[in-house]
């Protein structure tokens, strides 16, 4: 009988070392799904939530586009170099997978997939850095008022949703166009794209003509969170 107790009790406390082991890894997953944010791709920082991105567009300034002088690319002096780098090699090495670099900080290797189109590049030759809103399109809503350095600022953010790396093909489709004239081959981009155009127009205070804010209500709306 003492024997029969002894095998029951073990048993029992088997059972609640397993339970007490099952409910702290349940703890553990639940505690990561709060703290880890989901990763929605290989994104510039700061990409807002579709409820911060929708807020902004529904403040943004709406207004014909217009300058007080012509647009010159060399207004906004572009891929500084800071810490050894370039704007450009930085993001190179951000966005990029594998990445390894020479002395000159140009990368020597690596892969990169462009979020627009869906292509994979090996050669950093074949990878522009696309100014998602372009240095024409801030010029002509509202940059034309700024002074250089806040203009070398702009196209050379790294903090915002504002430069990304993509293939040369795809960057020259898109140019200098807004939401209303071009959109990622892509409609699984929609959504990011909208949030990285609206949240750069909302951090630099640039305006959004009609048309403009007209065509990025629907990529918003393709976003789920």
Known sequence: MSQFVVQRGHRRGLRSRYLIASVAVLALVALLMVVRPQVAGAYPPDLPSKAVAQSELDALTVRAEGASAPY???????????????TRETVLQRDGDGVEV??????????????????????????????????SEAWHSGASEWTTDRRRDFANDLTGPQ????????????????PAE???????????????????????????????????QPLLDTCSF
Request: hydrophobic content about 35%; some cysteine; proline content about 5%.
């Open 72 to 86: 010159d690319r060399n207004l906004f002096p572009h891929w500084i170099t800071v810490n050894g780098c370039t």
């Open 102 to 135: 020479g002395s000159d900080c140009y990368p020597t290797s690596g892969s990169w997939y462009s979020e627009w189109d869906g292509e994979t590049r090996t050669a950093p030759a074949d990878i522009d850095i696309d100014h998602v809103v372009a240095l």
């Open 163 to 178: 430069l990304i790396a993509v293939t040369s093909e795809v960057n020259v489709s898109k140019s200098d166009k807004d």
């Open 182 to 216: 071009w959109v990622p081959p892509l409609s699984s981009k929609y959504c990011a794209y909208a949030k990285m155009w609206i949240h750069t127009k909302a951090r630099w205070d640039l305006s959004v003509d009609s048309a403009e804010k007209t065509a990025l």
